[in-house]
């Protein structure tokens, strides 16, 4: 999956509209990403990537934080 | 199917509402959700499914359901909204405090409370118990654990009148006492065990117990449970599990609502045998012994004889000749099916949606009665576009699978069993006896007199309460209030005081339809009035009179407990057309209308005779008659 693909499956699992996601963005800025959107993320990312959710993962505090954890992981691409 | 495929019906569905086309996206998403897609689908899909839900028209059945849990069950929530868009229910969730089950159901003034549910899941696991690995007293244990349980069960009933659906435990993915759990007598898998085994037993008819032991060994314990996800928020099943834990509760909802499918359509080539019998003859397909795929086949029509042992209708639909569609079933020595195992055969170059509307038409049954099951992708797609009702299961390329796509979906699951399920097959054959008499009578009334036909009209008692709930809940065209209610409710209403409940049974020469009709009165404040509430029979027997035989059954008992007026309303639903005008034609007064309600008042004292002129009363002669304990002797 790419980058791209990734964040547009993270706009849709905000309920944001395609392309409109930040790197820099996190909890604070983004209506609605509560706790429970953080349980969604991590099931997101263990289901789509086969990846357990470790320290790295539940650390990431920004889409580039996660972006980054995945890159190194392989699961995305550019 | 490839694994991207949901997804990209998906998008496509979302284009197709982003221009206006809702229903034309929701026929995409089911198709994608018909395919089982992986957890990562349903969060994506979530906002969409809201969308969908509000412009699915007013053919989904509503229902208000409440999950309650010991555990995280947020995850659940865009999962069992998609798959219950799927299963054409319009659902209203409520999702209870985490952890607080027991405050949800005993305090009165919980939002449970405000809510008022139809249906409630109690969504419990193993470490709930915090199960020694060895329990001293086993016997002991298990009776406290299923009192408890049956406790909240009691309590949800008084306080809702609605179904429970209790989940049952599950078992510990790692045991330190290994093989021994199960062999020692307080073993805590065997104690587990035993607790489910008891659950199920003793549940009364208003609880059912989701097997979610079953769920763990088909899923298997490595994808279970995730520990990073549990530890860390408290989250079970895994999301790995949770789209099949979530079709197993959607299939209880079916069954609570009345939702299960009836008939199983099929194609013949390539599907009960692999090959084409008209180019390769009964000597090249396969089906039995001796290839992969022939065994697979046979294997897949054992499987539809024994759906047909419990009341599931069987059918075919293939564009074939005639001849040749019926070849292997009279001679193939593979074949486990014959052709009298089908209640329709169309075998033809029709077009397979405009068949399906045949065989639902002959068989007096609406297309959501039915699953069609055939090879070509394209000929599923057809009838999906054609008839968004009929479920249209996804299937593997090559046979070796077919079975267990068309387990998986669970869309004949079923909670009981009645007698009349067992009989429905041959019903149906019978039924097409009386066609043939119909057509040699030249006239109704001859068909009618010749049928000898005879009813009764019996109480609703513990004996026939799940047949009646079962009716209650999928009539959809004979019912004059399509008013649906789980067992609990219809005992409430059957056991009122001055009120009247009553069961119809018919049979003729040819045959024993069953239970085939419900009444229910409410009684009214002036006590010499009853309101209709329910009203409805089984399309198996329509257009025989049996609406005037339940008629008259009601008049003559209003006049046995002097009531003088009788109210009933019809109320329009896009199904129940056919019964628009029955009060005008039993003398009913009109009131008041509306556009989707009609409201009616009966003089009792004015009705002169009786109408049902063809059938003979029996009534005291019922088989559950003498047998069955009135509801009003047995404690709610």
Known sequence: MTRIAFTSALEDILSVPHGSLQHTDTRDTVPGWSSIVDVQILSYISSEFGLDPDMALLEAESIGDLLQVLAERRAISD | MHTDEPLQRLEDARALAEAGRPHDAIRQLRTALEQHPRYAFFPRAQALVSDLKRSAGDHLREARVAVLGTHTTALLMPVLEAVCLRDRIRVELYLGMYGAVDQEVLDPASGLGTFSPQIVFLLTHW???QLPAVVDDPSAYVERVVADR??????????????????????????????LAGTLAGGRTRVLGLINDAMQQTAPPHVSILDAASLQRQIGNEHWQNATMWYGFRQHPSSEALPAFVDLMSAHLRAVLGLTRK???????????????????????????????????????????DLKSRGVLLAVCSKNNPDDARLPFEQHPGMRLRLDDFAAFRANWDDKAANLSAIARELSLGLDSVVFLDDNPMEREWVRSQHPDVVVVELDRAPLRYVADLDRGRYFFSLSLSVEDRARAEQYRTEAARK???????????????????????????ANLARVTQLINKTNQFNLTTRRYTERQVAELASAPNGWACAFHLCDRMGDYGLIGVMLCRPHSDQARWEIDTWLMSCRCLGRQVERFMFDRLVEAARMQGIHTITGVYRATPKNGMVARLFDELGFRLTSETDDAREYELDVPAIAAPLASHIRDVSGRAPDDGLAIRLQELPL
């Open chain 2, 127 to 129: 470490r709930d118990l």
């Open chain 2, 263 to 305: 008939v199983l359509v099929t194609d013949l080539d390539n599907t009960l045998w692999k090959g084409v019998i008209g180019e390769d003859g009964l000597a090249g397909i396969e089906v039995g012994p001796g290839s992969p795929a022939g065994e697979a086949c046979q294997a897949l029509q054992s499987y539809m004889l």
């Open chain 2, 150 to 179: 049956r406790a909240l069960w009691d309590r949800l009933g008084e306080r809702f009148g609605c179904h429970v659906v209790q989940c049952g435990f599950d078992f510990p993915v790692e045991e330190s006492f290994g093989y």
């Open chain 2, 436 to 462: 043939q008499l119909h057509a040699s009578a030249g006239s109704l009334e001859t068909f009618l007199a010749e049928l000898q036909m005879e009813a009764s009209a019996a109480p609703v008692t513990s």
